[in-house]
């Protein structure tokens, strides 16, 4: 598609349910990263794929959080158990190269985010 | 440890006025690239601006223009002739080469008034 894709676009969950958000990079995008914007605040780095690998996962808030890319285009991040403390928008970025390397302009593309709510 | 700083958590500006947005990082790595990202009330982070670090001029986008200061580690995004459309949240963020993420800071709401 033209633009990174999430879905979906809002999501109730009670408290205790398992979710799973849905990215759709770019075609062709190498790096894929997940973060989590609080109301108010800037988006906070949760995990980050190159390809199918998954490079780095520190910013995953608790082992309820589970992120996958498993051919190395669609992600899906899931929570499981969710919490009221998980209530936050969910972004999802891809980016052309990959990083390890010096880009000279490397832009991140974002999606529209999925705003989950936990009950 | 790598952190952007945004001291102004609101602005408001006259339209047609220039405006700029602080921002200031904290980083060990001697390569990095800042960014500036708008997010309106849709919610889409967009891309603005880039500078590496090692750039010698400061980047220019259009209305936008990076007044990076590498020695007091600051990347104030200008504004020139602000317009309506402007209204939106401003990320500023850094990526050190070695690293893999890239952090934000908290943000600037901007409101340009007519």
């Known amino acids: 598609g033209a633009g990174v894709s999430q879905s979906p676009r809002y999501k109730v969950a009670k408290r205790g349910q398992d979710v799973a958000l849905r990215c759709d990079p770019i075609?062709?995008?190498?790096?894929l990263f997940w973060y989590q914007q609080a109301l108010g605040q800037g988006p906070e780095f949760l995990t980050y794929?190159?390809?199918?690998?998954?490079?780095?996962k520190s910013g995953l808030p608790s082992d309820r959080f589970f992120a996958e890319r498993p051919e190395g285009s669609v992600s899906t991040l899931k929570i499981q158990r969710t919490q009221q403390e998980d209530s936050a928008v969910y972004l999802c970025?891809?980016?052309?190269?990959?990083?390890?390397?010096?880009?000279?302009?490397?832009?991140?593309?974002f999606g529209s985010g999925t705003q989950l709510s936990v009950l | 440890a790598q952190k952007i700083t945004q001291t102004q958590p609101g602005m408001f500006v006259q339209e047609k006025e220039a405006v700029t947005l602080d921002c200031t990082y904290d980083?060990?790595?001697?390569?990095?690239?800042l960014f500036w990202y708008k997010q309106p009330s849709s919610g889409e982070m967009i891309f603005l601006i880039y500078?590496?670090?090692?750039?010698?001029q400061n980047a220019t986008e259009g209305r936008y223009s990076l007044n990076f200061q590498k020695a007091r580690k600051s990347a104030n995004l200008v504004i020139s002739a602000s317009q309506l459309g402007d209204s939106a949240m401003y990320f500023c963020?850094?990526?050190?080469?070695?690293?893999?993420?890239?952090?934000f800071g908290k943000g600037t709401r901007l409101h340009i008034l007519p």
């Open positions: 970025a891809s980016s052309l190269v990959g990083t390890g390397i010096i880009a000279t302009n490397e832009k991140l593309f």
């Open positions: 075609s062709g995008h190498v790096s």
């Open positions: 794929f190159q390809n199918e690998a998954q490079l780095d």
């Open positions: 980083t060990s790595d001697p390569s990095y690239g």
């Open positions: 500078q590496g670090s090692y750039d010698q």
């Open positions: 963020a850094m990526r050190p080469f070695r690293d893999d993420k890239i952090i």
